[in-house]
């Protein structure tokens, strides 16, 4: 029997797993930004800064201001997050790296079919050594690092496919940054403890699974598949029908299409939610943002269709650094920025609202004040 929820409650409880309601600390702390880490599973890192770092902004979102310097302190000097590939290149807590060595995206996965990044990075012993020897390299040390070759991701070198393999076997991390450039450390010397036991990979499976879906609050199973570990859910149709046939995963109606689940666990939030107890935020999203970084399941349970336009040339693009507003459980508009660092402004440049949202339906103030506060976390004016 499948458990009949109302969209709207089903809204919120993704919101409300997302940590993106309620109130906001007014201090945040190093352990707030962990918790938070740990309990979303990742954030997602993408270059673009036209605004801010993604993984700042999506922090910003949930925690309100806080001081980016925290971030780096977790990174670099207690180790407690690290740099690895979850549903992307993201942040994820230190203290899942047993269960992403159980679960190796599968194009490093040694035990498997030599891929591209196997076959290129060949120079696995050299980098190794080197690592021994000197603690710590960016690609740049290696004289063979200039042989390079147009890849679609731009000129890469068997250097670089070669650290790209080791870190995604987990044999090395980022141990910093030098400008965009990372520098590389053996994994077990930078974090100076054990790892700690490797689940089995049905063991390790059916944790992933969980976390992603609890993370989500409400999802289907390919849902479940492109969030948190993406590219590494084999042999989870077996894992997901046990959930089923124990009742950790409960089967919901939402009158939408596919099959829809929530996690035992959070049937109480969800009954609260049903009740009545909710407190809405409005807040600007990263467009890498947890929430909607799975854009077919953003266009099923919010009917919001949103692109990533950065790739898309200009003429043919609504904007460049799109920032979908959620108000409450519903996403309202969508708002073109940037920041110029000459002016010390933050420009809106374009918005959008969605249909259903015309004249005095807007939120005009509390869309005001979260441009606002997102100004002020940046350090800069808003400039409408």
């Known amino acids: 029997m499948r458990r009949k929820v109302r969209i709207e409650h089903a809204r919120r409880l993704a919101v409300a797993r997302q940590r993106l309601s309620g109130s906001r600390r007014k201090r945040v702390t190093a352990d707030d930004i962990h918790a938070l880490v740990r309990a979303i599973g990742c954030l997602q890192l993408d270059p673009t800064a036209v605004v801010a770092r993604s993984h700042l902004l999506v922090l910003f979102s949930r925690l309100g201001a806080y001081d980016p310097t925290l971030v780096d302190t977790l990174l670099w000097d207690q180790r407690r997050l690290y740099e690895y590939w979850a549903h992307q290149a993201s942040i994820v807590p230190t203290d899942d790296r047993a269960l992403h060595l159980a679960l190796p995206p599968p194009w490093a996965d040694r035990s498997t079919t030599a891929s591209w990044l196997t076959t290129r990075g060949r120079f696995s012993e050299l980098v190794l050594d080197r690592l021994g020897a000197d603690g710590s390299v960016r690609a740049a040390d290696f004289e063979q690092h200039t042989e390079k070759y147009e890849s679609g991701w731009g000129a890469r070198s068997p250097i670089t496919d070669t650290l790209a393999l080791l870190w995604l076997q987990g044999r090395i991390v980022p141990a910093g ?31 992933a699974a969980v976390r992603s879906l609890r993370a989500l609050g409400v999802a289907t199973p390919l849902q479940v598949k492109r969030h948190f570990i993406r590219h590494r859910y084999e042999g989870l149709a077996s894992v997901w029908k046990d959930l089923e046939a124990t009742g950790r995963i409960i089967p919901v109606e939402l009158g939408l299409k596919g099959e829809w689940f929530v996690h035992a666990d959070d049937l109480e939030l969800l009954g609260q939610i049903e009740s009545g107890t909710f407190e809405p935020r409005t807040t600007l999203l990263s467009p890498f943002d947890n929430l909607i970084c799975d854009r077919d399941r953003t266009l099923a349970l919010w009917g919001f269709d949103f692109k990533l336009e950065i790739y898309v040339p200009k003429s043919k693009r609504w904007g460049y650094f799109v920032m979908p507003l959620l108000y409450g459980e519903r996403i309202a508009a969508r708002f073109d920025l940037a920041v110029d660092r000459t002016k010390g402004t933050l420009d809106v440049i374009g918005q959008r609202w969605e249909p259903g949202w015309e004249g005095r339906r807007r939120p005009v103030r509390p869309t005001t004040r979260a441009l606002g506060d997102l100004a002020a976390f940046l350090g800069v004016d808003l400039r409408r």
Do not use: N, T
Request: glycine residues 10%; charged residues 25%; proline residues 13%.
């Open 177 to 207: 940054r030098i400008g965009s450039g990372r520098r590389w450390a053996l994994a077990d010397s930078w974090f100076a403890k054990p790892v700690g036991p490797i689940p089995e990979r049905p063991v390790a499976l059916r944790q």
